[in-house]
């Protein structure tokens, strides 16, 4: 559930440097060599990343993983069977690195990129990190019909032809298999979903962020490509540009008072009822009902389109003990005096973990959001759902938009639907068990 929760868009690498190889290989397959340069806070952190490709009839697929680790790190021994780490030669010159893989026969030789040239050390690239190079070159997003799908996409959005040039899975940041098809003059952000409900979740998430871009025009959003929507089959893609990303553990305060800004400028943008009566959406994989109540209160609101219903769906996978259903259900009748004061409706992300914004130049990009007329302590309090909330992010907030006092009061009080969605989807691993204890503290606290 953390990976529909946890989503990202984005590329991998900051300021990467393509650099050329000639390769020496079998016939049916090849290696490139791709040296990624990230730079932050004047310190230089070099990668070497292999892409891996099978010559087929349908074409050819490619991947890209990282093999080596960061400046500093002396490579290893030739014949050593572990994994080869770049060696920097301290200053721009030229210079040469050789990499054999044993187990493939693959040599990879002369790597450069004009005058400057990174040394990579001698040494063996590991069989289970080659291993893993050829799972990734059978990526769903690297498929024929998908592939040829996302050029054709991206041609008509630019008005030329565009060509996808080297592939960067982000599985590990995303519900759907994801990943950034690289090229000029933009990359493409792409999703597969499988089967209608994949569709309609793609759908939503255009709907969502194409309200936010109508109501608010303040605040960023990826720039969809075509109509954001593209059918593979009885499959979907959601193609969005790329983003040119600062990643989360890189951020710098200026990053995380855009976010802070960025929720400001939602919340500031206002409605006479509470939900969506235009369009339904998703909160991670599970359907979120944004019928307005007839009462329009927030408390009723709450309670009959956000709590009552993941309380349901979370009993049905079993995942939930009886006590705590129980106690979810009585905290329901208590939500009038819990509260606080009635808010006035406003644009919510309905999803503000800090992964659902993306840090670009200049400001934060709002991502994976599931938009409706809300309370705006909801996005306060899912901001610190996964990791803490940095000073930077409350206070850029607070300059811009009033924060009531009871707010640190009614955090968890917010958090106890996506606890029970947490738990109705990852409710069987570690990782959802762990929220069955934040419902119970926080069912106990408001007792």
């Known amino acids: 559930m953390r990976r529909g929760l946890e989503r990202g868009l984005g ?96 040599n990879v030789m002369n790597i450069h990129s004009g005058a400057d040239v990174l040394p990579v050390a001698s040494g063996d690239l590991h069989r289970s990190t080659m291993d893993h190079v050829r799972g990734l070159a059978s990526h769903p997003l690297l498929g024929r019909r998908v592939r040829r799908e996302i050029e054709r ?29 690289r090229g000029r003059p933009f990359s493409v952000f792409a999703k597969l979903g499988s089967g209608p409900e994949g569709r309609a979740q793609f759908l939503a998430e255009m709907r969502g962020l194409g309200l936010i871009r109508k109501r608010c025009t303040d605040v960023g959003t990826p720039v969809p490509i075509g109509s954001g929507v593209a059918d593979v089959g009885t499959d979907s893609l959601l193609l969005a540009e790329a983003l040119p990303e600062r990643p989360a553990e890189r951020r710098s305060s200026e990053d995380y008072h855009a976010i802070g800004r960025a929720l400001a400028a939602l919340h500031g943008v206002h409605d006479d009822q509470f939900g969506l009566p235009a369009f339904d959406g998703y909160f991670g994989p599970l359907p979120q009902d944004n019928r307005p109540v007839a009462s329009n209160t927030w408390a009723d609101f709450y309670a009959e389109r956000r709590v009552l219903p993941l309380l349901r769906v979370a009993v049905d996978s079993g995942h939930l003990p009886a006590d705590l259903a129980g106690g979810a259900d ?21 999803d503000a973990q800090q992964n659902n914004f ?35 992010v409350l206070k850029a907030y607070r300059e811009i938009k009033t924060v009531d006092q009871g707010f640190s009061d009614r955090i968890e009080l917010w958090r106890i639907f996506a606890y029970l969605a947490v738990i109705a989807v990852d409710g069987a691993n570690p990782f959802g068990r762990q929220f069955v204890s934040r419902l119970a503290g926080a069912l106990t606290r408001y007792s």
Do not use: M
């Open 358 to 392: 993306v840090s670009t130049p200049g400001r934060a990009v709002v991502i994976d959001a599931c938009p409706y007329f809300g309370h705006p302590e909801i996005d306060l309090a899912l901001l610190g759902y996964f990791r803490p909330v940095p000073v930077a």
């Open 153 to 181: 996409a991206a041609s008509a959005h630019l008005g030329r032809q565009w060509t996808s040039r080297g592939f960067t899975s982000l599985d590990d940041r995303a519900a759907h298999p994801a990943g950034i098809h």
């Open 330 to 350: 009585g905290l329901i009748r208590r939500l009038p005096a819990l509260c606080g004061p009635p808010p006035r409706p406003s644009l919510i992300h309905g």
């Open 11 to 106: 590329h991998a690498y900051d300021g990467n440097a393509e650099l050329g190889v000639d390769v020496s290989a079998k016939t049916r397959s090849a290696i490139w060599v791709q040296v990624n340069v990230a730079v932050h806070d004047d310190q230089a952190a070099l990668y070497l990343v292999a892409q891996c490709a099978e010559h087929r009839p349908d074409g050819r697929q490619f991947a890209q993983t990282e093999l080596a680790g960061p400046v500093g790190r002396v490579g290893l021994n030739p014949g050593d069977d572990q994994r080869a780490l770049l060696q920097h030669g301290g200053k721009r010159r030229v210079g040469r690195g050789y990499h054999c893989c044993p187990s493939t026969g693959i």
